[in-house]
């Protein structure tokens, strides 16, 4: 469970390789060529209703959120990649919020996040997808933490994330307000030495292990 001090070298995200194949899955960089098929989605008003963003109305919304998306792997501080099944983009995942030092602090730290199409749950998809990335987290980005969490009513990520072996770390009472209510959010986060823990019992296709 003991993690190894923080890299020497910070990497620059755009030099990393960023295309990364699941068992049934590719994961690559969000393109502005993906707004048709992640139209359905984020154009449903329901959809987003446990996440931070609001359903868009035209598709230059999604167009800006590809260009920021973009635009925030250029500085360094998010990478974001399309879940392509059967060659569609289905969904999205990423890590945002890199950080590296809190002034005197090294906190090598990031945040994960996803959304999966919903003709595609109950099928793993979504915890095959956040085993890799954060995989990738740690093995070639090099972080040291991984931290992630989700709305309290929101079961189904709940499952992804407890599946994935993240270490629970709070409850924040009353922490968004969204249609017409407050709701809870659960916190939770990994590091790579327990990442490298969890893996060993993951029940992942091997291609899936840390590399």
């Known amino acids: ?66 260009a920021a998306n973009t635009a925030a792997l250029a500085e360094g501080t998010d990478v974001v990649w399309a879940i392509e099944h059967d060659r569609r983009a289905s969904g999205m995942i990423g890590l945002h919020e890199i950080r590296w030092h809190q002034r005197a602090w090294r906190i090598d730290r990031a945040v994960l996040g996803y959304w999966l199409a919903p003709r595609l749950a109950g099928q793993g998809l979504m915890s095959e997808a956040a085993a890799e990335v954060t995989s990738w987290a740690f093995d070639t980005l090099g972080l040291h933490k991984v931290c992630v969490g989700c709305i309290e009513d929101n079961v189904a990520s709940k499952r992804v994330i407890e599946k994935l072996g993240f270490r629970f770390v709070g409850r924040r009472e009353d922490h968004a307000f969204r249609d017409g209510r407050w709701m809870h959010h659960l916190d939770y986060e990994i590091t790579a030495g327990e990442w490298s823990d969890t893996t060993r019992t993951l029940r992942f296709p091997r291609s899936m292990a840390p590399r």
Do not use: C, G, N
Request: net charge negative.
């Open 1 to 66: 469970m003991s993690s190894a001090p923080p890299r020497s070298d910070i990497p620059k995200l755009s030099e990393l390789p960023l295309v990364i194949d699941t068992a049934r899955l590719k994961l690559r960089p969000i393109s502005p060529a993906d707004v048709d098929d992640l139209w359905p989605y984020v154009s449903d008003p329901t959809f987003p209703r446990y996440m931070t963003w609001e359903a868009h109305t035209d598709r230059e919304q999604s167009l800006a959120m590809i």
